[in-house]
């Protein structure tokens, strides 16, 4: 029986738009971009040091790259809310690969606490999806066993780490066929 919602953020919860950020960068540093982004998602760099190794590598100033930042997520507002129906009869988690001084911006308290039973950021544990462990603590937190937990993410790879740690999995796409692979789970179990 499935107990618990887990949604990703970016892709999910929040559009994001990495895809700008690989648009500045020459195609000879993306592997570096990619790199200096999962350094931000451990916590190992600090978003300061994220924005100024970003325009080293795209030739623009700082600035403009945090301005660029700035620009790149758009809240899924309709999927918010309907998580926020959906407490009614489950648990809510949030687990995203990301740095604590984003998520403070994307969902700041009261919210935070209002829409979540479990908030995990891979750089507050220091893993990142598709690690099993960080389902595992995922689950623990929100005071699920994994099989009773449902994750909603966009990246295959997390959709298949998750169903690994023994979860369902949903690889989100867009809220119709969200609501769609909901019903059918529900269905099933």
Known sequence: MIRALIFDCFG????????????????????????????????FISRADYFEKIAELSGKEAS????????????NEPLIARAKE?????????LSNIGDETMDRLFPEPERSELFDAFVISSAVGLIK????????????????????????????????????????????????FERDLRVLLEQH
Do not use: W
């Open 12 to 43: 999910v919860l929040y559009r994001d738009n990495l895809s700008m950020l690989y648009e500045v960068v020459p195609k000879e540093k993306q592997q570096e971009l990619h790199d200096i982004i999962h350094a931000t998602d451990h916590g």
């Open 64 to 75: 403009d790259i945090r301005e660029l930042d700035s620009r790149q997520y758009s809240r």
């Open 86 to 94: 959906l407490k009614s009869n489950f648990k809510i988690g949030l």
């Open 130 to 177: 598709p690690a099993i462990e960080l389902f595992q603590v995922t689950a623990e937190r929100i005071g699920c066993k994994p099989e009773e937990c449902l994750m909603i993410d966009d990246i295959p790879a997390n959709v298949e780490g998750a169903r690994v740690a023994g979860m369902e999995a949903v690889l989100f796409t867009n809220n119709h066929q």
